[in-house]
């Protein structure tokens, strides 16, 4: 038993080395970008391949479908069906490229809004949340199946076998949704210019002092009644209580 659970660690163990060497790699980089580029390209790209598969032919295509996706995904709008209709010759894979460009550019151009530090920031606590949630969730998907691979032994099948198999689809399965969700956020992620931000500033300020002005008349309408002028009925406790 001893030392199956030591074989079991030992897969867990090399996973964590290449997650760790992922976040070793964020804190000491100075420059993202790239990192980011190859992220989304990914990501993009098996959008992508789900609604248009590669090679398939147009009437195969799911185009409103990855429309949805993107613009639900990625918050960006894109007239798919609109270059369809101008270039009948556009194959699946150029489809592809092209819509991989455009939310590059997309991203590109958000990011160019921010600062090189701020953008920096951003984007290490962007990956590094993502890498940190997705990790622990898979340690516990990793527990739950080492403690239910040992029934595959009943099936002719070699637990540690399965375990090491099912913990690598496991595995990639996790790097791919870090991917999709780290490109999901960054895209999607709101950034103000500096005059946005003083317009908003400004409504705000107005806001408030309108705010302060109908305290100030609500306070100036209330009727002080001095004892003199108490009201016709009132509430008195009399010695046999309440009348």
């Keep these: 038993v001893r030392k199956q659970l030591l074989q ?3 897969v867990a ?3 964590r080395g290449v997650i760790y060497g992922q976040r070793r790699g964020l804190l000491l980089s100075q420059d993202l970008t790239e990192m980011i580029r190859e992220m989304m390209q990914s990501s993009i790209g098996r959008v992508v391949s789900h ?3 590669p090679g398939s032919m ?3 295509w799911d185009i409103p479908g990855l429309m949805n996706e993107i613009a639900s995904t990625f918050g960006l709008k894109l007239e798919i069906d609109a270059w369809i209709k101008s270039d009948d010759s556009m194959a699946a894979e150029e489809l592809a490229e092209r ?3 455009e939310v590059l550019d997309f991203y590109e151009a958000k990011r160019n809004l921010l600062a090189p530090e701020v953008r920096h920031v951003l984007e290490k606590n962007v990956l590094l949340q993502v890498i940190d949630n997705h990790w622990k969730q898979h340690l516990s998907n990793m527990d739950h199946l080492r403690q239910s691979v040992h029934l595959r032994g009943y099936a002719q099948k070699d637990p540690r076998q399965e375990f090491k198999r099912e913990s690598f689809e496991l595995f990639a399965l996790m790097l791919d949704e870090i991917q999709y969700e780290v490109t999901g956020m960054l895209l999607r992620v709101q950034i103000k210019t500096p ?3 003083q317009k908003i500033e400004e409504e705000r300020e107005m806001k408030a002092q309108l705010s302060l002005r ?3 008349f609500n306070h100036a309408d209330l009727k002080v009644v001095s004892p003199v002028e108490a009201p016709e009925h009132s509430v008195e406790l009399g010695p046999e209580g309440l009348s």
Excluded: K
């Design 214 to 216: 109908s305290m100030h």
């Design 51 to 53: 609604f248009v598969a």
């Design 13 to 15: 163990n090399d996973q």
């Design 58 to 60: 147009e009437e195969q």
């Design 99 to 101: 819509v991989t460009t």
């Design 8 to 10: 079991y660690d030992n």
């Design 195 to 197: 005059e946005e931000i």
